[in-house]
């Protein structure tokens, strides 16, 4: 079982289910930041701060910081930019910690959809 701790709750359903992809056969517990994880396999266990003031996330037993950033806090505070950068990034550090990609997600963290999928929707006047 993979463990990651969260400090935001809020956030644990994109949480859960980015990591979920990029271990399917897994499972995934998300729990809140302070509870004490140790699952006593070889899983890697993850911890996401997810603040306003910055964004990090590490590989909690190698303590292996895979994402440090401070996002730009000097706009109107926008809920949605900030949660989508947030999966942005733990897409990014979970891309590079397995050496996987997953190239449907980018479609949609980054909010494009595919013209092959709206073409027959269209045809169908569903748009």
């Known amino acids: 079982m993979i463990y990651v701790k969260l400090n935001d709750e809020s956030y644990s359903y994109d949480i859960h289910s980015l990591i979920k992809a990029f271990y399917p056969d897994t499972d995934v517990r998300v729990v809140p930041y302070e509870e004490d994880i140790h699952s006593g396999d070889d899983a890697p266990e993850f911890s996401v701060y997810a603040g306003h003031e910055k964004i990090r996330i590490t590989e909690s037993v190698s303590g292996r910081v895979l994402c440090d950033y401070e996002p730009d806090t000097s706009g109107p505070d926008n809920r949605a930019e900030y949660k989508s950068e947030l999966k942005r990034r733990l897409y990014t550090a979970m ?14 963290l980054s ?12 045809k169908r006047d569903w748009l």
């Open 95 to 108: 891309a590079e910690y397995t050496g996987r990609e997953l190239p449907w997600i980018m479609t949609l």
């Open 111 to 122: 909010g494009c959809i595919s013209i092959s999928i709206l073409h027959p929707k269209r």
